[in-house]
Antibody, heavy 119, light 108 residues
Framework: QVQLVQSGSEVKKPGASVRVSCRAS????????ISWVRQAPGQGLEWMGW????????KYAQKLQDRVTLTKDTSTSTAYMELSFLRSDDTAVYYC????????????WGQGTLVAVSS | EIVLTQSPVTLSLSPGERATLSCGAS???????LAWYQQKPGLAPRLVVY???KRAADIPDRFSGSGSGTDFTLTITRLEPADSAVYYC?????????FGQGTRLEIK
């Protein structure tokens, strides 16, 4: 079955960077894209961006495009999300999610990674 | 950007009743690329409906999606306590992908 396993919680200081990994299994990694979605405490879902696991093509949310970088490693079936210049309002649970086709609905999600930004 | 507005914000119903959750789009979702997710506390969202009206795998037929254009609905019949959750709509018609702000469904 499809599984997305994310890296563990992180605590970072303002101005630092964080990289979250998402290891995929149970399907052909290059056959689907990965979206990253975050959720601040008590808030709704916010789409951050998408990466094609086939060719690495990316699309980013405009408000984050200067600070977020999505990459992938086909050899390990792992997607990565790096967010730089962290601020306190970046504190959130970060999810990776596999799409059904490029940029579509999200049938499979990782378990989430809490990133806390605090001085 | 397509803005999705969900109503009501909170819905409190009893077991066995029917829930009707609405999602309005600021622009037409012409191809019907709209999904619904269920999220319980501490867990990742779970896909319930995609392409406006297709049920996801393992979702009971008490859940149904409908609508087109700018107005979409998720209906849940014969409510059970396990249906308590926040429900989000999601459009993948255009980039940026957007989500509604959620409807909290409470089963009394």
């Amino acid at each position: 079955q499809v599984q997305l396993v994310q890296s563990g919680s992180e605590v970072k200081k303002p101005g630092a960077s964080v990289r979250v990994s998402c290891r995929a299994s149970g399907y052909t990694f290059t056959g689907h894209g990965i979206s990253w979605v975050r959720q601040a405490p008590g808030q709704g879902l916010e789409w951050m961006g998408w990466i094609s696991a086939y060719d690495g093509h990316t699309k980013y949310a405009q408000k984050l495009q200067d600070r977020v970088t999505l990459t992938k490693d086909t050899s390990t079936s792992t997607a990565y999300m790096e967010l730089s210049f962290l601020r306190s309002d970046d504190t959130a649970v970060y999810y990776c999610a596999r799409d059904q086709w490029g940029g579509s609905f999200l049938p499979s999600w990782g378990q989430g990674t809490l990133v806390a930004v605090s001085s | 950007e397509i803005v999705l507005t969900q109503s009501p914000v909170t819905l409190s119903l009893s077991p066995g009743e029917r829930a009707t959750l609405s999602c309005g789009a600021s622009q037409s979702v012409r191809r019907g690329y709209l999904a619904w997710y269920q999220q319980k506390p501490g867990l990742a969202p779970r896909l319930v409906v995609y392409d406006a009206s297709k049920r996801a795998a393992d979702i009971p037929d008490r859940f149904s999606g409908s609508g087109s254009g700018t107005d979409f609905t998720l209906t849940i019949t014969r409510l059970e306590p396990a249906d308590s959750a926040v429900y989000y709509c999601h459009q993948y018609e255009t980039i940026p992908i957007t989500f509604g702000q959620g409807t909290r469904l409470e089963i009394k």
